[in-house]
């Protein structure tokens, strides 16, 4: 019985490896991205709480100084925030780009395996066929043996 081999493997091997840099590629840009909105979030949360404490510190006496040092934290955090904005804008159309490349070798590999599989199942009938015909034939040498023990009925 001949093995099956698929002449395309090493196609289909490369295809799998560049499928798992695109993979990389991709995570390390939504590692990014995600830990760029994070610091959004926290920005964002750190502002408000800034905001409710800077209203309950206008109660009463005011200290100019630790409002104007409160105001200008916020407006430092705020800067942080657009430029963070700015950056995940930038990066935009790397992660869709890389998203697309991910898609185009994906589809190719899953086309190959498609074609292996096919090959494969090809391959298998032709061995059952083949083992099938030596059966016939063994039976048929059998039947037709000088022996009467040995016949089939």
């Known amino acids: 019985m001949k093995p099956f081999r698929f002449q395309l ?11 798992r840099g695109a993979h990389e590629a991709l995570s390390a840009l939504q590692r990014k991205r995600s830990i760029q909105e994070d610091r959004i979030r926290v920005i964002a949360q750190e502002n408000q709480e800034d905001l409710q404490r800077q209203a309950s ?10 409002v104007r040092q409160r105001a200008a934290l916020a407006f430092s955090r705020s800067r942080e925030a657009d430029r963070l904005v700015l950056e995940i804008a930038a ?3 790397a992660f869709r780009e890389a998203q697309q490349r991910l898609a185009l070798v994906r589809r190719e590999r899953r086309q190959y395996e498609a074609l292996r599989e096919r ?3 090809a391959h298998r009938r032709e061995e059952r066929r083949r083992d099938q015909i030596e059966m016939d034939e063994i039976a048929q040498r059998m039947a037709s043996g000088p022996d009467p023990r040995r016949r089939m009925a």
Do not use: C, H, M, Y
Request: aromatic letters at 0%; zero cysteines; charged letters at 35%.
């Open 119 to 121: 090959r494969l199942s």
């Open 57 to 66: 510190d206008l109660v009463g006496l005011v200290d100019p100084d630790q």
């Open 91 to 93: 990066g935009e159309p």
């Open 9 to 19: 493997d090493p196609l289909l091997l490369k295809l799998e490896a560049d499928e």
